[in-house]
């Protein structure tokens, strides 16, 4: 053989190698597509990313067609290699033309092109999808052929060719998306998104007013003062009852009592005219449907009613945003924060502040899973009612109590994060 064949031979033997490279890089550039990202390139009209976006819905054809011109390529080359062998060093120069193409193969078609395919897959996979897809139709018969003999021999071993996990994320797995997500958007949005999937691990009892807290209009009261409290009121909508919250008549909106006043109609008959009827959901319903019912009620706000039906608190649609903004509003006029910074680093806060409240306004972590106000899990771990001055060390905050009206803690002197000690509970009288 001269020089002119031996030279056509390594320029085959070259282009064979170029040729595994191409396959090797397709394989992984197509398989390591983000699917999500790629599904939405497709919708947006990106013509590369719909033929992969076709190809990927066959998995067994699209790596069929990769692998037979992968082996394709492999096995054509070890022939020519050893073609080219034997006409420049005979028999004996075999072994080593085989050990200098596995180096070359390995390097040049496998781990090269495999590296480069995973760390730029839409790089690679956009452009061979416009060779594979024509390549899938004219190879069709033996891809074919060569996916029926390996499904069958997969469905002899027991294996559900049908059996693929569909592109779905949980709720978890979501979570960590919009974590990692938070170099391409803002931190607001990034804790807002977060929030919105924690409303279906919250219920309406995390989030109401509790009962003793609601301001209601008493229909049997004077109505002088009736028409006070109105006024007085810094909320839009307000409970009507009769002599106590067990006889809720309806919800009053302040808007129409005004408009009333100033046509000088306000009178007790009226007022009962422009009630709307009451609206209650369970305490244990998830926020996230909450959020729904309001919307299908067309309400924004409900009473709340425990297992037996009676009356435990009020949730508005306020309650539930804030759940996902923060807050939203200042305190309103007249009210004193629930969470007051003092000189010396500690927090006088109120009993009543729901601990999701608080942990979210001081970026804290006390516990959530029991009570649901400050007042309640310092009452159920003391299993006392405690006195003005009981200090405690909870969950590595030292707790003081500042003021108590009759079985509950009104006021308390939180220090945040103390080191262990010995005991977790210690009483100063």
């Given at each position: 053989?001269?020089?002119?064949?031996?030279?056509?031979?390594?320029?085959?033997?070259v282009f064979l190698i170029l040729l595994a490279a191409f396959f090797s890089a397709a394989e992984i550039g197509m398989m390591t597509l983000n699917r999500y990202r790629l599904r939405h390139l497709a919708n947006s009209g990106?013509?590369?990313?719909?033929?992969?976006?076709?190809?990927?819905?066959?998995?067994?054809?699209?790596?069929?067609?990769?692998?037979?011109?992968?082996?394709?390529?492999?096995?054509?080359?070890?022939?020519?290699?050893?073609?080219?062998?034997?006409?420049?060093?005979?028999?004996?120069?075999?072994?080593?033309?085989?050990?200098?193409?596995?180096?070359?193969?390995?390097?040049?078609?496998?781990?090269?092109?495999?590296?480069?395919?995973?760390?730029?897959?839409?790089?690679?996979?956009?452009?061979?999808?416009?060779?594979?897809?024509?390549?899938?139709?004219?190879?069709?018969?033996?891809?074919?052929?060569?996916?029926?003999?390996?499904?069958?021999?997969?469905?002899?071993?027991?294996?559900?060719?049908?059996?693929?996990?569909?592109?779905?994320?949980?709720?978890?797995?979501?979570?960590?998306?919009?974590?990692?997500?938070?170099?391409?958007?803002?931190?607001?949005?990034?804790?807002?998104?977060?929030?919105?999937?924690?409303?279906?691990?919250?219920?309406?009892?995390?989030?109401?007013?509790?009962?003793?807290?609601?301001?209601?209009?008493?229909?049997?009261?004077?109505?002088?003062?009736?028409?006070?409290?109105?006024?007085?009121?810094?909320?839009?909508?307000?409970?009507?009852?009769?002599?106590?919250?067990?006889?809720?008549?309806?919800?009053?909106?302040?808007?129409?009592?005004?408009?009333?006043?100033?046509?000088?109609?306000?009178?007790?008959?009226?007022?009962?005219?422009?009630?709307?009827?009451?609206?209650?959901?369970?305490?244990?319903?998830?926020?996230?449907?909450?959020?729904?019912?309001?919307?299908?009620?067309?309400?924004?706000?409900?009473?709340?009613?425990?297992?037996?039906?009676?009356?435990?608190?009020?949730?508005?649609?306020?309650?539930?945003?804030?759940?996902?903004?923060?807050?939203?509003?200042?305190?309103?006029?007249?009210?004193?924060?629930?969470?007051?910074?003092?000189?010396?680093?500690?927090?006088?806060?109120?009993?009543?502040?729901?601990?999701?409240?608080?942990?979210?306004?001081?970026?804290?972590?006390?516990?959530?899973?029991?009570?649901?106000?400050?007042?309640?899990?310092?009452?159920?771990?003391?299993?006392?009612?405690?006195?003005?001055?009981?200090?405690?060390?909870?969950?590595?905050?030292?707790?003081?109590?500042?003021?108590?009206?009759?079985?509950?803690?009104?006021?308390?002197?939180?220090?945040?994060?103390?080191?262990?000690?010995?005991?977790?509970?210690?009483?100063?009288?």
């Amino acid at each position: 053989m001269n020089d002119s064949h031996i030279g056509e031979l390594l320029a085959v033997l070259v282009f064979l190698i170029l040729l595994a490279a191409f396959f090797s890089a397709a394989e992984i550039g197509m398989m390591t597509l983000n699917r999500y990202r790629l599904r939405h390139l497709a919708n947006s009209g990106h013509r590369a990313a719909r033929i992969a976006s076709h190809l990927l819905e066959r998995p067994d054809r699209l790596l069929g067609v990769i692998l037979l011109g992968n082996n394709f390529a492999n096995i054509a080359a070890a022939s020519v290699a050893t073609l080219l062998a034997l006409r420049l060093y005979g028999a004996p120069a075999i072994g080593i033309a085989t050990l200098l193409l596995t180096l070359l193969v390995l390097i040049f078609a496998e781990v090269a092109p495999k590296t480069l395919a995973a760390l730029y897959p839409e790089r690679v996979a956009f452009p061979v999808a416009y060779v594979l897809s024509p390549l899938l139709i004219l190879l069709s018969p033996l891809v074919w052929l060569v996916n029926t003999i390996a499904n069958g021999l997969l469905r002899l071993l027991g294996f559900s060719i049908h059996r693929r996990t569909a592109d779905q994320m949980s709720t978890e797995e979501l979570r960590t998306v919009v974590r990692e997500a938070g170099a391409f958007m803002p931190q607001s949005h990034q804790q807002m998104l977060l929030a919105i999937l924690e409303l279906e691990d919250m219920t309406v009892e995390d989030v109401m007013v509790p009962r003793g807290e609601i301001e209601t209009i008493d229909l049997d009261s004077d109505w002088d003062h009736i028409a006070t409290r109105i006024i007085a009121s810094h909320y839009s909508r307000l409970p009507v009852c009769h002599g106590s919250l067990d006889n809720i008549v309806g919800f009053v909106h302040v808007r129409k009592v005004l408009l009333l006043m100033r046509a000088g109609e306000f009178q007790r008959d009226n007022l009962e005219k422009i009630l709307e009827a009451p609206y209650f959901v369970p305490e244990g319903t998830p926020l996230g449907r909450q959020l729904l019912n309001f919307r299908e009620a067309k309400r924004r706000i409900a009473l709340v009613v425990n297992e037996y039906g009676d009356l435990v608190g009020l949730v508005s649609l306020r309650e539930i945003l804030e759940e996902i903004v923060g807050e939203f509003t200042a305190p309103l006029p007249g009210i004193t924060d629930e969470v007051q910074l003092q000189d010396d680093g500690s927090y006088l806060v109120s009993g009543g502040i729901t601990l999701r409240d608080l942990n979210r306004r001081l970026k804290w972590n006390l516990p959530t899973t029991g009570p649901k106000t400050l007042n309640g899990l310092i009452t159920e771990y003391l299993e006392d009612i405690p006195e003005s001055g009981t200090s405690l060390a909870l969950e590595g905050y030292q707790i003081e109590i500042v003021r108590t009206r009759g079985t509950a803690v009104q006021l308390a002197r939180v220090r945040p994060k103390l080191a262990k000690t010995g005991s977790d509970t210690e009483a100063n009288p």
